[in-house]
């Protein structure tokens, strides 16, 4: 096996989403390990843990062909960045912006759902429990734990 294809399975290219989104950079594409559980800085490790799954929730989605779906994140001139977007169907369907413990609800998130129009946005918190509530029911952004929206999508 060559460098090239051992690359392609220790990690995954993340582009940004730019179309309809005023004053967006079109920047570099973002790297993720596969394997979250190396990675010593918490906020790194959160990010890169919601990565793997929701890439995971993308792959499954397409193969299944329930929908078309492909995941990217944003980033303004005004470095305003939100980790990730799930576009369905050539739409933005949802933005998670990540933290380990924090919170505070992002002010990106609410800037980019009016800019793209996506129907829900999250601030995932991987260190919260569990909570049973469905997250698709809100059109606003909310905080959430990570266990609870990835439960919810395959």
Same mark, same amino acid.
């Given at each position: 096996?060559?460098?090239?294809?051992?690359?392609?399975?220790?990690?995954?290219?993340?582009?940004?989403?730019?179309?309809?989104?005023?004053?967006?950079?079109?920047?570099?594409?973002?790297?993720?390990?596969?394997?979250?559980?190396?990675?010593?800085?918490?906020?790194?490790?959160?990010?890169?843990?919601?990565?793997?799954?929701?890439?995971?929730?993308? *792959?499954?989605?397409?193969?299944? *062909?329930?929908?078309?779906?492909?995941?990217?994140?944003?980033?303004?001139?005004?470095?305003?960045?939100? *980790?990730?977007?799930?576009?369905?169907?050539?739409?933005?369907?949802?933005?998670?912006?990540?933290?380990?413990?924090?919170?505070?609800?992002?002010?990106?998130?609410?800037?980019?759902?009016?800019?793209?129009?996506?129907?829900?946005?999250?601030?995932?918190?991987? *260190?919260?429990?569990?909570?049973?509530?469905?997250?698709?029911?809100?059109?606003?952004?909310?905080?959430?734990?990570?266990?609870?929206?990835?439960?919810?999508?395959?």
């Amino acid at each position: 096996m060559d460098s090239i294809s051992r690359r392609l399975h220790f990690g995954f290219l993340l582009r940004p989403w730019f179309r309809n989104v005023t004053k967006a950079l079109r920047k570099e594409p973002k790297w993720y390990l596969r394997d979250w559980s190396h990675l010593d800085d918490l906020g790194k490790r959160a990010e890169t843990f919601v990565a793997c799954h929701l890439l995971k929730a993308v *792959d499954a989605w397409n193969d299944l *062909d329930l929908a078309t779906c492909e995941l990217r994140y944003l980033r303004d001139k005004e470095k305003r960045e939100v *980790d990730f977007l799930v576009v369905r169907d050539r739409k933005p369907w949802f933005l998670v912006k990540v933290k380990h413990r924090d919170d505070r609800l992002s002010p990106a998130l609410a800037h980019f759902q009016e800019q793209t129009g996506a129907p829900h946005a999250f601030q995932v918190v991987v *260190d919260r429990p569990f909570v049973a509530a469905d997250c698709f029911a809100h059109r606003k952004p909310i905080v959430v734990p990570a266990r609870t929206l990835l439960s919810q999508l395959v």
